[in-house]
């Protein structure tokens, strides 16, 4: 004995979910697209000139920025190896503003003689680029300690 099971066909008239899904997705990448393209890209404000040396240990020098990357408030720091040689280390660097105090501490990776590490806003790594919301850099006090150590 064999059954038939009759199939019913789709009407082509009316588009199925399956369209309406596609079309919807599409609207979406187009008009994201296009937000995306007519909003300013954020300039970091950063530069060679602006790097504020703290002070200098073993041949290593130290610096700090104030910068703006992406609207929010960030202080990035440098270390320079002014040594002839490979140094490694460790360092705490210390900010002062206003009333509150916060300890940062980083790696000094061996860093060949006239290279430096550098924090930036483009490639940001923990303990060179430091959040710190509501500064002020009028009222900003940054001390640095560091053991140094020749490779």
Not at 4 to 10: H, Y
């Amino acid at each position: 004995m064999r059954f038939t099971i009759p199939l019913r066909r789709k009407s082509r008239n009316v588009p199925g979910w399956k369209w309406l899904l596609a079309a919807c997705v599409c609207a979406l990448f187009i008009g994201h697209g296009t937000s995306l393209a007519q909003a300013p890209a954020p300039a970091p404000v950063s530069g060679a000139e602006n790097w504020k040396l703290i002070r200098e240990v073993q041949g290593v020098k130290f610096y700090y920025q104030v910068s703006q990357c992406h609207g929010h408030s960030f202080l990035l720091f440098k270390a320079a190896n002014g040594n002839a040689g490979t140094v490694h280390g460790a360092w705490e660097i210390k900010v002062q503003h206003g009333d509150r105090q916060r300890t940062c501490v980083g790696m000094l990776r061996p860093t060949p003689a006239g290279q430096a590490q550098e924090g930036s806003c483009e490639r940001p790594s923990p303990d060179l680029v430091v959040p710190f919301p509501d500064l002020d850099p009028a009222a900003l006090q940054v001390s640095v300690t560091a053991k140094i150590t020749p490779q």
